[in-house]
């Protein structure tokens, strides 16, 4: 049987959830000897340990949320799918991430290694502690097609320029294909929480603040990226193994890819600059030529994203979200870690 060509994608600090809890217990050997390694870095920082975190009784934001704490948990869910992938199903021809997943993408694709992707991630995770910068809102621009709607972006963008006009600090954060992340001051979120125009979509209502979030990818992280560069400069960065996709679309290619140029990327642009992740989907898309994409754990936060780019791309001549529903389990052009029934293809032998 031919492998399927794969585009992994990593998703953001967010994804795990209270849903997530108790997911990185009894997992393979390489996984758990990957967890294990994240459990070694924060007992010799004095913080509690991944395993701990993962097996309390109940899912608590003071200890899961917040952002020294989310990231190397996030980091380890996907890293443990990663893992355990079937490799004789599925051969891997690109990777991309979202926000935090970009630190991720970086050790999947094979372009820092996984003890130095561990303190790259845990110690950004840890400049949040007592230390949220503003905040980030979420408002979806896509139509009930999934194509992305003119009014909503001209909403977005007058948003944007009314906080900006105020003496706030607003801007675009990630373009979270069919969602604006915007980033913005206190004063600039409470702007765009009040200006943007309330919409519905199931049992949420947006525009949406997400829960302890600093302004990410904006001008405010500026002195994050400072503080990042002086203590993380020394990255082992190398070319990747396989095609890497950043958020502003440029492809990191095998051999060829400048580690120092890699490592300025990851430690100054995309901490200060908006990441466009839809762009980075699009590029990988057109690049390497996948058969499927895959959403790596924990949770499944980016299967609506990636499918409203699938649909915009008409990837595989998909034109609609009917039409993506309609395709076979077993030619699905997207399958996720966090949907059970899915996983249970995704993962090779124990």
Same mark, same amino acid.
């Given at each position: 049987?031919?492998?399927?060509?794969?585009?992994?994608?990593?998703?953001?600090?967010?994804?795990?959830?209270?849903?997530?809890?108790?997911?990185?217990?009894? =997992?393979?050997?390489?996984?758990?000897?990957? @967890?294990?390694?994240? &459990? %070694?870095? =924060?007992?010799?920082?004095?913080?509690?340990? @991944?395993?701990?975190? &993962? %097996?309390?009784?109940?899912?608590?934001s003071a200890l899961h949320v917040v952002g020294e704490n989310a990231s190397l948990l996030t980091f380890a869910g996907t890293v443990a799918d990663w893992l355990e992938l079937d490799r004789d199903r599925y051969e891997v021809v690109g990777v991309v991430g979202n926000s935090m997943g970009w630190y991720t993408a970086l050790v999947v694709a094979g372009a820092l290694p996984l003890q130095q992707a561990i303190r790259l991630v845990d110690t950004m995770g840890s400049y949040q502690s007592g230390n949220v910068i503003g905040g980030q809102v979420l408002y979806p621009i896509s139509d009930d097609s999934w194509r992305v709607s003119r009014e909503a972006l001209a909403a977005v963008e007058a948003a944007l320029a009314g906080a900006t006009a105020l003496g706030h600090v607003a801007e675009w954060s990630i373009n979270l294909g069919g969602f604006a992340v915007l980033g913005a001051d206190d004063a600039g979120v409470k702007h765009l929480l009040a200006t943007l125009p309330p919409d519905h979509r199931g049992a949420r209502t947006f525009p949406l603040q997400l829960p302890l979030h600093s302004a990410f990818h904006t001008s405010l992280m500026q002195a994050t990226s400072d503080r990042a560069q002086q203590q993380l400069g020394d990255l082992a960065m190398r070319p990747p193994h396989v095609p890497l996709v950043d958020g502003r679309g440029m492809i990191f290619r095998p051999r060829w890819s400048d580690p120092a140029e890699l490592l300025g990327y990851t430690l100054g642009h995309q901490v200060v600059r908006p990441y466009d992740f839809t762009l980075s989907v699009i590029t990988a898309l057109r690049h390497c030529a996948p058969e499927v994409v895959i959403c790596l754990g924990p949770g499944n936060p980016l299967g609506g994203p990636v499918a409203r780019i699938l649909v915009s791309e008409g990837f595989r001549r998909i034109g609609d979200r009917g039409s993506l529903d309609a395709i076979s389990r077993a030619e699905a052009p997207l399958l996720s870690f966090g949907i059970p029934a899915q996983r249970e293809d995704l993962l090779g032998a124990a």
């Open positions: 049987m031919s492998r399927r060509r794969a585009l992994l994608v990593c998703p953001g600090r967010g994804s795990y959830d209270r849903r997530s809890l108790g997911g990185l217990q009894q =997992r393979s050997e390489p996984a758990a000897m990957a @967890i294990a390694q994240c &459990d %070694a870095w =924060r007992q010799s920082h004095g913080r509690p340990t @991944i395993t701990e975190m &993962d %097996a309390a009784e109940r899912y608590r």
